[in-house]
């Protein structure tokens, strides 16, 4: 099956089989090897993607769910404005993440703050949720996720 969508802002077609998921056809056939896969069946959150502006697991999802829509990784979202809001945000709620989840966790992150500048305390608690990790406080996370939608509302709002 053709599929063609945008992949972090490029116009992109392949032929895909049915059975090809997501994660697997991100990372080698795009190239976007920041992708994680992790657990391979929901639970994990580190193959997270952002497509038309919500968070997607591409480990439970097949490629061609992905045809006519707006898909970013991170190899795209670490070269737009946006991020520095995200990196600025955990900075300053001194949270270093690992390779693994770093950029599931920032994907997450942008989907809320695509959604609003100024998320609920539940929306907050399920985006830190949605991406695991058993090293980093969960206080620390809530405060990065918060100062990263401060960041973002000032850069829009000034
Ligand atoms: S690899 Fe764990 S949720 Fe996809
Ligand atoms: S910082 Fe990456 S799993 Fe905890």
């Not at 069946?41 to 490629?63: E, H, K, Q, Y």
């Not at 006519?68 to 001194?94: C, H, N, P, Q, Y």
């Amino acid at each position: 099956m053709i599929i063609s969508f945008y992949l972090n802002g490029v116009l992109t077609e392949h032929d895909v089989t049915p059975h090809r998921r997501a994660v697997d056809y991100l990372r080698d056939d795009c190239g976007c090897r920041s992708l994680h896969h992790e657990c391979a069946d929901g639970t994990c959150g580190a193959c997270l993607i952002l497509m038309d502006d919500r968070p997607a697991l591409s480990c439970i999802l097949p490629a061609f769910e992905l045809r006519f829509r707006e898909v970013w990784t991170m190899e795209g979202l670490s070269d737009r404005d946006e991020f520095t809001d995200i990196v600025s945000g955990f900075k300053e709620a001194r949270v270093r993440l690992c390779s693994s989840c770093a950029p599931a966790r920032a994907l997450a992150v942008e989907a809320l703050l695509r959604q609003t500048v100024r998320p609920s305390a539940r929306q907050i608690r399920e985006t830190v949720e949605s991406v695991q990790c058993a090293c980093c406080s969960r206080r620390r996370l809530h405060d990065a996720v918060i100062r990263s939608a401060r960041n973002r509302e000032r850069r829009i709002h000034g």
